[in-house]
């Protein structure tokens, strides 16, 4: 009885727990922000390495980060490394305008999360969080916090650990 | 048997206290972030309305910690 109380109180609070480096993405089924027909799922994503950034055009550490995103997608064929956006804003309309001024060739695959499904799953502490997950869907990295230079280079050097190129 | 109800007990009041709970997480301060909930939504209309404080005060530098507002500076 005392075993089957620990092992449920145990198995509790690893509910509450939130997914870090080494576990598996969260499983997301999302529609494309700019034609909200079209679903991404998280599975099509398998094979490549992902950047999945969970933003919000109200955020300011999200508007600075944006430009070195697009500079960076540029730089890797998207079979190989794919910066996944997932817009929180309350109207999609939002996120289009601002993504407008920064991305205006579309390079960044960008999807909408009404719901905030996606920060809360990952239980986020701060806006933006970004989570660099490798072929196999697990995580390898987080990043809280909007990314700079410096970041950006360390992130290429992971990609490329990643690669093994 | 005992100490683990004891320990249930305290797991399940202090999740009261969660900050899921008690705290606007971070993804969730649109609202905030938007001009109209700073202090001082619009900047050039928060300097017109302490240059008349100041008038109307007859005082200097009394509408910050900064000065005593004594109008003698």
């Known amino acids: ?165 | 048997m005992k100490s683990l109800y004891f320990i249930l007990g305290v797991v399940l009041f202090l999740s009261g206290c969660s900050e899921h709970l008690v705290r606007v997480m971070p993804y969730e301060k649109e609202y905030f972030a938007q001009d109209k909930m700073s202090l001082s939504p619009i900047g050039e209309r928060a300097e017109q309305e302490g240059h008349i404080f100041l008038i109307r005060e007859a005082s200097a530098g009394g509408d910050s910690s900064f000065q005593g507002g004594c109008g003698c500076r």
């Open chain 1, 1 to 165: 009885m005392k075993k089957l109380l620990l092992i449920t109180l145990l198995l509790t609070l690893n509910l509450f727990a939130a997914p870090r480096v080494g576990d598996s993405e969260v499983a997301f089924t999302l529609p494309n922000l700019y034609n909200e027909s079209t679903n991404l799922t998280s599975s099509s994503l398998r094979g490549k390495i992902v950047l999945l950034n969970l933003w919000a055009s109200w955020c300011s550490g999200c508007q600075e980060e944006m430009p070195l995103f697009v500079n960076l997608q540029k730089e890797y064929p998207k079979e190989q490394f794919e910066i996944v956006l997932s817009s929180i804003d309350s109207e999609s309309s939002f996120a289009k305008e601002f993504l407008a001024t920064v991305d205006k060739q579309k390079v960044l695959t960008s999807l909408y999360d009404e719901s905030k499904s996606l920060p809360k799953a990952y239980r986020c502490p701060g806006m933006p969080s970004s989570f660099l997950i490798d072929k196999n869907g697990k995580i390898v990295d987080v990043y809280i916090g909007s990314l700079d230079d410096v970041a950006i280079e360390k992130l290429k050097a992971k990609i490329a650990e990643l690669t093994g190129k």
